[in-house]
């Protein structure tokens, strides 16, 4: 048998190696000088291969639950079980993310690299599959200077929209519409939020430890918790980027709402009664004087402008409205949402071609027997802590397994 794989990223990668691994003949097409480009990435450079969570809550598509009898069938321990025999062990940090042990996206990608050479991969580089043609039950694949590869099966790992630098830019979607299969609406995911808010300059670089609520108009539609980061557009970090597929699926009238003063949670529920007590304690102290003990610096001239204070105003010349006010901002500051960022800084896309085009069990077309497709291309979508990668690695399995069920 011989398979074309179209797309050298995570998913690509790793269905070459297995299928490599049992005799069959594979080609691997990357557009780029390179493949692993948006592997290098992830996890902060780091590689966060998978997750301890892997509910089925994690994952989204149009076809509720389509990801899951392959989730199912290829979870953490074999995910674990197939780095192990890649030669890397695996990590457990925050939030149940796993990582390579040496903490390193690079080294990960060498290995894989280095197993596919051992396996005799061929690996085209800075060659774009720009149509597939079907003919007497075999597949041809034409590149952009129309040479011509002939193959038994396709499989199609192009990813989504998010990062186009590292290839990944949609093109592989036309590749498959072009033979019949339909896409569903993609956006960006996995992405900081833009807000409207005045003081976004002066606060960019600023971390808050908490919660944070998404609302649209008055309806509470998702809360996380985590470390959250000002941007000079808005808001990021892990907490942030799980909000992004909301706020694209619903578009208008959205706002976030969160704490300004760190770890809340650990200060107890009556910590705002404390600290109004406070106010009427220390009644000769300033406006700043106060803030400084319970915020980070930055925000602080932020709080006192939206407040609508000064700085060296006494906290005993405070009114009640003005005492509101202020425990407001602090303990439930509210932002206009605008949008999140865009594909260029998305680490994922939403949507993708159809699923329902698409066995569940095999990820084989409906359409096209022996034309198959693996990761991010399809619309199945994961939350940020290395859910997305475990999809590549379980879809990469079920792919090949299904080839080899052939041979």
């Known amino acids: 048998m011989n398979l074309g794989i179209i797309g050298g990223g995570a998913s690509g990668l790793m269905a070459s190696i297995l299928a490599a691994r049992q005799g069959i003949d594979v080609s691997l097409f990357e557009r780029k000088d390179r493949v692993g480009k948006k592997l290098l990435a992830t996890g902060n450079g780091r590689c966060n291969v998978t997750n301890r969570d892997l509910c089925p809550g994690h994952y989204h598509s149009r076809e509720e639950g389509f990801s899951q009898p392959i989730l199912d069938r290829y979870p953490l321990e074999a995910t674990k079980r197939l780095f192990e025999s890649l030669g890397m062990d695996l990590v457990e940090e925050d939030r149940g993310k796993l990582y390579p042990v040496s903490l390193q996206a690079a080294g990960l990608l060498n290995v894989l690299r280095k197993e596919m050479a051992r396996l005799g991969v061929e690996e085209k580089t800075q060659t774009m599959i720009k149509k597939i043609n079907s003919q007497a039950g075999k597949f041809q694949l034409m590149d952009q200077d129309q040479k011509t590869y002939q193959v038994d099966q396709v499989i199609l790992a192009t990813g989504g929209r998010s990062m186009p630098s590292s290839g990944s830019d949609g093109a592989g979607y036309g590749l498959y519409q072009a033979l019949g299969h339909r896409l569903t609406k993609t956006f960006p995911a996995i992405a900081g939020l833009k807000l409207d808010s005045a003081y976004l300059k002066q606060v960019q670089g600023t971390k808050v430890q908490g919660e944070i609520g998404l609302f649209w108009g008055e309806k509470l539609v998702q809360r996380t918790k985590g470390e959250i980061l000002f941007t000079r557009e808005g808001l990021s970090g892990p907490p942030v980027l799980d909000l992004?597929?909301?706020?694209?699926?619903l578009g208008e009238d959205l706002f976030v709402e969160m704490p300004l003063i760190n770890h809340l949670d650990q200060?107890?529920?009556?910590?705002?009664?404390?600290?109004?007590?406070r106010v009427y304690s220390h009644q000769d102290w300033e406006v700043y004087d106060f803030l400084q003990a319970i915020l980070a610096k930055p925000l602080i001239q932020a709080v006192i402008k939206k407040a609508g204070l000064s700085q060296d105003q006494k906290l005993y010349l405070l009114d009640y409205k003005d005492l509101q006010g202020l425990f407001?901002?602090?303990f439930s500051n509210r932002m206009k949402v605008i949008g999140t960022r865009d594909y260029d800084q998305a680490q994922v896309t939403c949507g993708g071609l159809d699923v329902r085009d698409f066995f569940p069990q095999t990820l084989e077309s409906k359409l096209w027997p022996g034309l198959y497709a693996t990761g991010e291309v399809l619309d199945v979508d994961g939350d940020c802590g290395g859910y997305n990668l475990q999809w590549a690695w379980a879809s990469a399995q079920a792919v090949v397994d299904d080839l080899v069920r052939k041979l």
Do not use: F, S
């Open 328 to 330: 407001e901002i602090l």
């Open 244 to 249: 992004a597929r909301k706020v694209n699926d």
């Open 267 to 277: 200060l107890g529920p009556d910590y705002k009664d404390r600290l109004m007590d």
